[in-house]
């Protein structure tokens, strides 16, 4: 169906649609609201709450007034009813002035500030000519609202020609999820909240359930590897070699490994655990044993310095027993990198650790036979497959992936459906919990006394700020500003360092390097330290707008310090609230994610941009989907009566992420 026979859109706003992918009036269908104005509802003024949106009905005490402040417009005017009265004001807008009249009643919707007397006001409000639940969009750049919400309502006067069922009739009935047709005429335009609810659970349901299949459809049946026999003494040999003996966690998961690499199918395992719990340990273990057996093992690093770190870790404990370790980086010397590539392609190194590098082209494997990937969502599935198919003959390498971002099981099901997943769940003995304290703005200069006290006695520190710059749109402290405003006031005496994620790569890797060797004092940066920075020395951690950040990346961004035996402290600059405090009383990364997946819901948790379509977005909190859509796989898939609804289920899987099945097929 061609979007053009839509009332109102002509060529440039058809072009402006095509850029953001929406070419059909089926494509248009599929944009989801980013949420609803609930205008049905209508709050006295004496009981609304600041940051709360809500709408209120009354009159306007005068005529509205339009003035200038600073080059800038803006329309004042009071709306009261019978129980008070709240100010308003319209920035940049003075046709207001001339649309509202003290005469009629007004709707409005907003959300109510205090301004810095502290009394409450409603900028910018709307008005409201329907009592409906209103849909917002995030719409293309050029579009107006009102526009596209005006497109949306003819589109659905189509919806029936142009939107087919994507869930059979019997995993409906099981599961009493309504029809898709109605469901996307709730979410578009829902008759009430009850409705709504019955939609966005449909529609939830169906995204998780396809993505789930695709994962399945890009694993495949698995392919044939190299069988790895690891002899019981050789993991016993390696763990005698370390200061420290394993945990039962760790002898566990190594066990799932050997037994994994043993066979003759192919390795496919996440290894998830919290930070220090020896994932890497582990890791070099499955290396060792591949060594010993005369293969060849690879793992990849998200970072430059990360890479350095593991091959001195490897290297210290690696190379007493006789296994050669090697570096590919991609922004080696011409020379240095010929010797890296000789040494891999010949088998000279039967360890070899980078980056994306070892990815690119030219780079042979003598016998590759175990590929491990370290921070399991910095490296999709594409970039698995595609170290994959760097063994030599038509064996695949066995596939380990190392996550130290904590997720709840039954989350990791879905997430990983392309993996087996192991749990390292314990911590080994003797290390000292981090000390975390909530810090309101008030004890800022006692908290940077503590940070130069802890300086001079030779100790470090990361300030972490949740934007590079300082943004009109977002009240919260900016790195470059934190960094400008520490080096000429508080903090001058000491040696100060910034990285953020847009910054040079070169410049970002200097800096964390020389952080790293002890020659700064305090880091500041943003969350681009979350990963991989391993700095025994750092011992305090300051988050600035604390409650700008996710709990379990807190949590990550805490275990950046407490990696030494030293006492060492995470200060949350923000006021007090419940997430905070649950992250003050345990450093569990597990509970912490169970709590931030209960708070936030697996949307919000996981976060839209990290697996770009949104899977999650529409869960609404409910979390009990996750275990539902996971079961409902599985019964499609064994049970031999729903084999007609699985190849309906894999075929609607196919078509909703044909782009991302057909990117991983072409690597």
């Not at 591949?290 to 350095?308: D, F, H, V, W």
């Not at 870790?313 to 010797?339: N, V």
């Not at 920075?533 to 950046?560: K, W």
């Amino acid at each position: 169906m061609d979007l053009k026979d839509l009332r109102g859109l002509g060529a440039a706003r058809l072009a402006q649609l095509e850029k953001s992918d929406i070419r059909t009036i089926y494509d248009l269908l599929q944009v989801m609201p980013s949420g609803y104005r609930d205008t049905t509802i209508v709050t006295p003024i004496k009981e609304i709450e600041p940051g709360k949106f809500c709408c209120v009905r009354g009159y306007l005490k005068a005529a509205p007034k339009a003035s200038y402040f600073h080059g800038m417009g803006r329309v004042n005017a009071t709306l009261q009813d019978d129980t008070g009265a709240l100010p308003l004001i319209w920035f940049n807008q003075p046709w207001i002035a001339k649309q509202l009249s003290p005469e009629e009643e007004l709707l409005l919707s907003g959300v109510p500030e205090r301004d810095k007397q502290g009394r409450l006001r409603m900028n910018s409000p709307k008005r409201e000519t329907v009592q409906a639940l209103v849909p917002e969009y995030r719409v293309p750049a050029g579009i107006p609202s009102a526009a596209f919400r005006q497109w949306m309502a003819e589109a659905l006067k189509e919806l029936d020609a142009c939107c087919p069922e994507t869930l059979p009739p019997a995993l409906r009935m099981r599961y009493s999820l309504c029809e898709r047709n109605f469901a996307l005429r709730q979410i578009h335009a829902p008759e009430s909240r009850e409705m709504l609810a019955i939609a966005q659970r449909r529609m939830a349901f169906e995204q998780l359930l396809l993505y789930q299949a695709a994962l399945s459809l890009l694993r495949g049946a698995p392919g044939k590897a190299p069988a790895i026999p690891i002899q019981t003494e050789d993991g016993e040999a390696f763990w005698r070699s370390l200061p420290f003996p394993p945990t039962k966690a760790q002898s566990r998961v190594f066990g799932e490994i050997c037994r994994d690499m043993g066979g003759s199918t192919a390795m496919r395992r996440m290894v998830q655990g919290d930070v220090g719990c020896g994932k890497t340990a582990i890791a070099f273990a499955a290396m060792y044993c591949c060594a010993k057996a005369g293969l060849q093992s690879a793992l990849m690093a998200p970072t430059e310095i990360l890479a350095r770190q593991h091959l001195e870790s490897a290297k210290a404990m690696l190379e007493p027993l006789g296994i050669r370790c090697g570096l590919l980086l991609g922004g080696m010397k011409a020379k240095e990198r010929r010797e890296a590539l000789e040494a891999i392609r010949a088998g000279a190194w039967q360890v070899v650790i980078g980056t994306h590098a070892l990815l690119s082209e030219g780079v042979e494997y003598g016998n590759l036979a175990l590929v491990i990937t370290d921070e399991q969502h910095r490296f999709g599935v594409e970039q698995r497959q595609r170290l994959s198919r760097k063994s030599s003959g038509e064996l695949e390498p066995h596939v380990l992936v190392m996550s130290a971002t904590p997720i709840p099981r039954s989350l990791a099901l879905v997430l990983y459906g392309d993996l087996d997943i192991s749990v390292v769940d314990e911590l080994p003995p003797g290390r000292t919990p981090v000390q975390t304290r909530i810090v309101p703005e008030s004890k800022r200069e006692g908290l940077y006394e503590f940070i130069r006290r802890q300086a001079a006695a030779g100790w470090q520190a990361y300030i972490v700020c949740p934007l590079v710059e300082e943004s009109d749109a977002i009240e919260a402290k900016s790195a470059q500003d934190v960094y400008a405003e520490l080096c000429e006031g508080p903090l001058n005496d000491l040696r100060l360092g910034l990285t953020y994620g847009g910054q040079d790569n070169e410049e970002k890797e200097r800096t964390l390097a020389a952080f790293s060797r002890g020659e700064m004092d305090v880091l500041v940066a943003t969350t681009v330290i979350e990963v991989g920075v391993n700095v025994p020395r750092a011992t305090v951690m300051v988050i600035e707008n604390a409650d700008r950040f996710g709990l379990s990346q807190l949590h990550q961004l805490r275990g950046r310090v407490g990696r030494g035996a030293q006492e060492s402290w995470c200060f949350l600059l923000a006021e007090p609230n419940e997430r905070l405090r649950a992250l003050c009383a345990t450093n569990d990364g597990f509970e912490i994610a169970r709590k931030d997946l209960e708070l936030r819901g697996p949307g919000e948790f996981l976060g839209t941009a990290q697996h770009g379509q949104g899977v999650f977005a529409a869960l609404n909190g409910d979390s009990r989907l996750i275990a539902e859509t996971h079961e409902s796989l599985k019964w499609l898939q064994t049970d031999p009566e729903q084999a007609e609804a699985w190849q309906m289920v894999q075929s609607s899987a196919q078509e909703m992420f044909r782009e991302q099945l057909q990117r991983v097929a072409l690597n």
